[in-house]
């Protein structure tokens, strides 16, 4: 059974930085993505970063792009979530999913949250302006 595990929410100013973490466990010898999804009170879940384990391929929603950056630590099997120049909009809940097996190849990276099949309790991030 995967099971992840986020850790490095909290509370920040508008500018500064917080690095999010997703610990996973139970993968076996097939590739697997991981995302980091967000939802804000009142809104939609929305995707902010992926990353697949084999090639690294990563995406980013408009929104973050420039300011956060996925990086994978394979040998943890850990994820993290570098995010600089925070805004008050990015205040929301976080959250790890990971999409195992993975099958997508070199071309294809599962950017919506109806892709993924195994999903954290979620980090809140508040940025107060």
């Known amino acids: 059974e995967v099971q992840l595990v986020e850790s490095g929410g909290g509370l920040v100013q508008a500018g500064g930085s917080l690095r999010l973490s997703c610990a996973a466990s139970?993968?076996?010898?097939?590739?697997?993505?991981i995302g980091w999804f967000r939802q804000a009170p009142g809104k939609e879940r929305e995707g902010v970063s992926c990353i697949t384990s084999s090639n690294r391929k990563t995406w980013y929603a408009g929104s973050v792009k420039g300011r956060f950056a996925i990086i994978s630590d394979n040998a943890r099997n850990t994820v993290y979530l570098q995010m600089s120049n925070l805004k008050p909009e990015d205040t929301a809940v976080y959250y790890c999913?990971?999409?195992?097996?993975?099958?997508?190849?070199?071309?294809?990276?599962?950017?919506?949250?109806?892709?993924?099949?195994?999903w954290g309790q979620g980090t809140q991030v508040t940025v107060s302006s």
């Open positions: 139970g993968f076996g010898f097939d590739d697997y993505a």
């Open positions: 999913a990971a999409k195992y097996p993975f099958f997508g190849g070199d071309y294809y990276i599962p950017q919506t949250d109806d892709e993924y099949n195994y």
